[in-house]
């Protein structure tokens, strides 16, 4: 029992700070199935005769002509990822609107032929496969490692279908923007939280996926401002284990999580060894 809460707080962990990291990328409706724009309704006119009327419920904003629609850049996404097996996702806290850096890089999630990968800055590293765990000591500066299974858990595959299968609503408004000192194209709409928080997804040229953003309100713990930004990408690259992280020493990874989780969520100022005696 032990074991697969152990394991089902590493995973929860990333996946807490995927979805919270402020309710701020909360992604619109997945869904596989793009709602159409426009519908046609029969209407009846004063002399009793029937016309056919073309209604269009709320449109999308597309400031030039020349760019894609909403539904492209929906279907373009869905393509990119439609045989995602292997994947990366990578989020990063900014202080700054429409850039970032890889100094700014907070989480990690990856999966690749049975190595998962997570990261978190500050608190843990680890790789895992099959019953084997490899870890990172901050305090020690070393890899270790231990055998452990984790067991059934909740799996950051899952989030990653729910970005890949996007379905960016009809009230998006596409343009232009720099992200990175790089113009895309891109997507922006309102999230449904409290907040009406500013969504926007980034693409190129040829509608491929380059990263999502989202203004972060109150986000003090991750960037230590009451405003910051935050922004996420999404690659089919694979999880590998480095040949430096193979020869790491045995370990105790129960505590290294236990430690981590309890600075994590502050439950308690002790620490332990990650190396048995």
Excluded at 199 to 212: C, G, M, P, R
Excluded at 213 to 222: D, F, N
């Amino acid at each position: 029992m032990k074991k697969k809460l152990i394991g089902t707080l590493l995973i929860l962990s990333c996946i807490t700070i995927l979805v919270a990291c402020g309710k701020t990328t909360k992604l619109a409706p997945s869904n596989n199935t793009i709602p159409p724009i426009t519908s046609d309704e029969s209407v009846i006119t004063e002399d009793g005769t029937t016309t056919e009327e073309s209604a269009t419920p709320t449109e999308s904003k597309q400031i030039d002509e020349s760019l894609p629609s909403v539904t492209n850049l929906s279907s373009a996404m869905q393509a990119q990822f439609s045989d995602m097996h292997n994947f990366t996702i990578k989020m990063y806290v900014s202080t700054k609107e429409g850039e970032y850096s890889e100094d700014d890089k907070y989480m990690v999630m990856a999966d690749g032929d049975g190595v998962t990968y997570s990261y978190i800055a500050n608190y843990l590293e680890t790789y895992t496969i099959d019953d084997t765990v490899y870890y990172y000591d901050e305090t020690q500066q070393k890899w270790f490692t231990d055998t452990y299974e984790l067991g059934d858990t909740v799996s950051v595959k899952e989030e990653a279908d729910t970005i890949k299968n996007q379905v960016f609503p009809e009230t998006a408004e596409v343009s232009c923007k720099y992200l990175n000192d790089t113009e895309y194209i891109a997507v922006a709409y309102e999230d449904n939280d409290d907040n009406h928080t500013k969504v926007i997804y980034y693409f190129t040229d040829d509608l491929k996926f380059v990263a999502a953003s989202s203004e972060m309100l109150g986000a003090t713990e991750m960037s230590g401002v009451d405003v910051s930004y935050l922004y996420m990408t999404l690659s089919l690259d694979s999880a590998v284990i480095p040949d430096e992280v193979k020869n790491a020493e045995k370990g105790n990874f129960e505590e290294y999580m236990m430690e981590a989780m309890s600075r994590m969520y502050d439950l308690d100022d002790t620490t332990t060894s990650n190396v048995e005696g």
